[in-house]
Nanobody, 125 residues
Framework: QVQLVESGGGLVQAGGSLRLSCAAS????????MGWFRQAPGKEREFVAA????????LYADSVKGRFTISRDNAKNTVYLQMNSLKPEDTAVYYCAGVLRYSSVPNYPSDYDYWGQGTQVTVSS
């Protein structure tokens, strides 16, 4: 199993930037495909980005493409989400997630087995 802990959320003005981190426990982090999801109040959890085990394959939601960048450092057991040009509609709780059983980069919450507790991102207009 892997335990995931997100950090880096906060309050930022529209147009600003934030960098989220997700630290994983365990020695097999490099075996996990990692993803970021978000959930706004009253809405379903939605896919943001995912990265393959070695960082070769990356997938973004259309809504964040060109503004967000997912990356990982397997030596540090950490996955990152750099968020630039933030918009009020990016406001949500952001979750990182991991899965062992895929080699691709899945984009449905049900594809992931391990979840962090979430970190709040609020973008003011």
């Amino acid at each position: 199993q892997v335990q995931l802990v997100e950090s880096g959320g906060g309050l930022v003005q529209a147009g600003g930037s934030l960098r989220l981190s997700c630290a994983a426990s365990g020695r097999t982090f490099s075996s996990y495909v990692m993803g970021w999801f978000r959930q706004a109040p009253g809405k379903e959890r939605e896919f943001v980005a995912a990265i393959s085990r070695k960082g070769i394959n990356i997938l973004y939601a259309d809504s964040v493409k060109g503004r967000f960048t997912i990356s990982r450092d397997n030596a540090k057991n950490t996955v990152y989400l750099q968020m630039n040009s933030l918009k009020p509609e990016d406001t949500a709780v952001y979750y990182c997630a991991g899965v062992l059983r895929y080699s691709s980069v899945p984009n449905y919450p049900s594809d992931y087995d391990y979840w962090g507790q979430g970190t709040q991102v609020t973008v003011s207009s």
